[in-house]
Every structure is written in structure tokens, then in C-alpha cells.
């Protein structure tokens, strides 16, 4: 559904150059429903413009992409396209070559957060996290060489005794960063310049891959604490030692909301007396970060030790991770009976083997979160069907569930078909992530190797009757999908 004004709006920028030179006549109030339109239909030149021009404190993506009463499309949930965010970054540069005239209101934050960055296949037609990073820090490095040119020039003029050109209102960019070996060099360089730049970066989400100890920890201290939201360090195997130095410039941000550590590969299993010490420095640090709702420890051993990695923390967790961590049944009743149990939001146990002694454990799980819990991801948990049908009443008391990823278990038609009828008393849910089912492999061991082929005529036939008995049950907004790296599983912030 779209508004007589969105519409309108799109309209007006179908000629892209007309609309360039008609915006300083515009009224205002239009340039929200513009930059929608622009951004949608990627009208790049009026992207630009818009951003050169805007006469608002604040160019918010969260705010101008959302879904709202002039259009219900919601460019936030999906990934931008390449086109729109480079002529975003364009116009930012273009706005510090020629500042627009003075108005009373001055842009002073631009808000580039919150931009969809999920799933893992290669669309070249949008712009990745990293992509957006290297940009963004690209935009703010001409921008301290404008200001350097500038500042020659006006030295210049002041010896010929001519009144000096007015400096551009600083600009706040608000990014999430994306840190990889090939890009650390340049983008140390520009948070250091950040300050002293007529663009600010500050960073809310920040994500470092694959990247050394000590890169890290400077990286850490170049950013904002009072800004950051989110810690996200992935493939970086810090081991427990690692964690610990790494823990001692993160406590600095006391604003944390989320920490994930995952592949840190971490092995609390029958530690030495020193790496006794160092975990319990790591807890104690851990505790320090009074307003964290989210941690991932995916990829760490961590059998046995789950009460007293989270027993001290100053507030419940919303969302927890605990990926292929080789928890044992004490790590699962005592999450059942934590103070964190009854907050849950979100919740990963994948690669964890459910369907043994850890079954009961989870079932009991399911009962202690089912009031908070709308993400649940068992992928990999060696769940059968026998194991799924008596989970079913515990999953089904789960009434805000939204989001459950079953791939990968060994999971049979049937078994697919009861959680389809059983679920339909779970109002909230739209979306089921299941795996190929056995019975549409040619034989049945599991995993299955990777020589034996799934037969997709029969899975094709499987597909339409989930697809008609969705239909016949009224419930065709449920989303059931095979796709498990696909863009649709949110992100802790958006549940």
C-alpha cells in the first residue's frame, strides 16, 4: 500500500535530472518520501542530491526506511542495493566539496546503521557490510584532505586580507564497521583522524573477521564507548588466554548490549590450574559488562561450566548462543532454572546432540523460556522424529515463537507434516527452516554421503504438500523454507 504523496514522490523523481533542479523549490516536508522513492527505484543522481541538500539535523536509514503510512515496503529488510548506498556516500562527499547554503538546521548525523547484512550467497547487485565500511571510511578520508586544501587556502587568503570561506558544520557518520586483515591499515588510520575530520565516524555494531590479538585490542581502543552497542569478533581463535587480554579493553564499553565470541575456540574441558584462574578472570570480567542482553560462545567447549560462566552476570541475557559448545545435561538444567530462562528471546543450541541424554534437559528448556522465547535454532541436533514428537508439547507452549530453524536434523516427512499441524497453535510464527527430509534420500544413513544425491522429484512433491496443507490451514504467511543462510532469520535487535 503506498500514499497519494509516495507516490507522487515517485513520480517527481522519474526525471532525475528535472528533479535535481527542482528540490531547492520543494517543500521539505517532502524529502522523507523522496529519499524513499530514490532508494527504492535507484534513482542514484536524486540520492545524491537529496543528501547534498538536506536541511534536517538528522539522515536517519532507520527512520526514512521503514515501514511507515506513505509505503509499507521496508527497504530495511532487505539487502541495499550497491547503486542507492554509493550514491548515498557520494552526495556525502559532494555535500563537503560544496557545502549547501546556510539554514538555520544543519545536517549533523548521518545514520547509516541497521542496513541488512545477513545471508551468505554472493549478490553483486548490493553493497555487503564490508563494502559499506571501506566507502564510508574512503568518503571520510577525501573529507580530511578537503579540510586540509581548505585550510591552505584560507592561510592563503588571509595574507591577500580576504575574509575566510566559512568550515562546514561537522558531520557525525554512524556506521556499523566490518574489520578484516586487508582493510585494518586504513581504517585504523581514519578513527584515528576521526576527530580532528569534518566527518566524525562513530561506530554502533563493530565486527572484526579473522583478525590478530593485538589488531583487535587497537581497533577496541580507537572506538567509541560511550556509541557501541555490539561486539562482534568471528574466526579470530582467541583461546581462553586471548579472551582475557581481549576482555580488559571491552569492559571499557559500558553501553555493551551484545558480545559474540564465536570460534574463539575456547576448551573449558579439564583445564590446568593457571587456565583455572584465567576463566575465572575472563568471568569476572564478563560481570563488569552491567547491561549485556546477548552472548555468543558458538565453537567453544564449554561442557559443564555454562552456571558459572553466567551465574554472576548483573542481568538476564535475551539472547544466548551456545553453537556446537558440547554442553552436558548439567548445562541445560541449570539454563532451565537461571534467572536468564524466563527473558530468552533468542536461543541457539545447534550441533549440540539433543536427542540423547541432553532430550529431557531441553524439553525442560522449552518450558522455562516459552513466555520471552520468539528464536529457536536446533540446526544439527540429531533430532529424529520420534525425538521431535515429544518435544512437540514443550515447543508448542513457546506462544511468541516466530523464528525455528530444524535443518539438518534427521527429520522424515511425516515427522516434517505433524510439526506443520501441531504448530498451527503458535499464532507468531512465520518461519520454518527444516532440512531435506531422510525418506528423500535413495538410502538412509545419516549424514548422508555427500555421493548420494537427494531425489528432487520426490522432495518437489514433498514441497506442495507442506505448500497446500500451509493453505488448507489457513496459515500461507508462514514461511517454510531450506534455506538456512538465506537473509530471513533476524538478528537479535530486530525480535
Known sequence: MRSLVFLCARQVIQDQVFACQALAFLPQELYAALFKAAFLDRKTLVLQKLVQMWPFPLLSFQQLLRENSDCRRVPLQERPTKES???????LSARLREPPPRRKLQLQLLDMTGILDSG?????TT????????????????????????????????????PPICTPTPIEVRVDLRVTHSSYGFLKDTLQTSAFSPLRLCCRDFRAEELPLNSTVDMLELLDPMHLRRV?????????????????????????????????????????????????????????????RELNMGSSCLSGRLCQLLSSLQGPLESLELAFCYLLPTDLRYLAQSPHATHLKKLDLSGNNLSGALLGPFQSVLKAVSTSLKLLNVTECELM???LISTLPSLCR???????????????????????????????????????????????????????????????????????????????????TTDVYGPNMPDYFSL
Open 85 to 91: 548506498v554509493q550514491a548515498v556516500i557520494l552526495g
Open 120 to 124: 551468505y550467497e554472493e549478490d553483486l
Open 127 to 162: 553493497m555487503t557490510m564490508w563494502s559499506r565500511t571501506v566507502s564510508v571510511i574512503q568518503t571520510c578520508i577525501m573529507g580530511q584532505l578537503n579540510k586540509s586544501l581548505r585550510q591552505r587556502r584560507r592561510r592563503a587568503k588571509r595574507k591577500k586580507a580576504v
Open 232 to 292: 562482534d569478533l568471528c574466526f579470530n581463535s582467541l583461546e581462553l588466554s586471548g579472551l582475557c587480554e581481549l576482555m580488559a579493553s571491552v569492559v571499557k564499553f559500558t553501553n555493551l548490549l551484545s558480545l559474540k565470541l564465536q570460534y574463539s575456540y575456547v576448551d573449558l574441558w579439564q583445564l590446568s590450574t593457571e587456565s583455572e584462574g584465567s576463566f575465572r578472570l575472563f568471568v569476572s570480567e564478563l560481570n563488569k559488562l552491567n547491561r549485556l
Open 385 to 387: 522424529d520420534t525425538h
Open 398 to 480: 513457546c506462544v511468541h515463537l516466530r523464528y525455528l530453524s530444524l535443518y539438518g536434523n534427521p527429520l522424515s516427512t511425516s515427522g516434517l507434516k505433524t510439526l506443520l499441524l501441531r504448530s498451527e497453535v503458535l499464532p507468531e510464527l512465520q518461519l520454518v527452516v527444516y532440512p531435506f527430509p531422510v525418506d528423500c534420500y535413495e538410502i538412509l544413513p545419516w549424514p548422508p554421503p555427500a555421493a548420494i544425491l537427494l531425489d528432487e522429484e520426490k522432495f518437489a512433491h514433498v514441497q506442495a504438500e507442506l505448500r497446500q496443507m500451509l493453505l488448507s490451514a489457513d496459515r500461507a504467511n508462514v514461511l517454510w
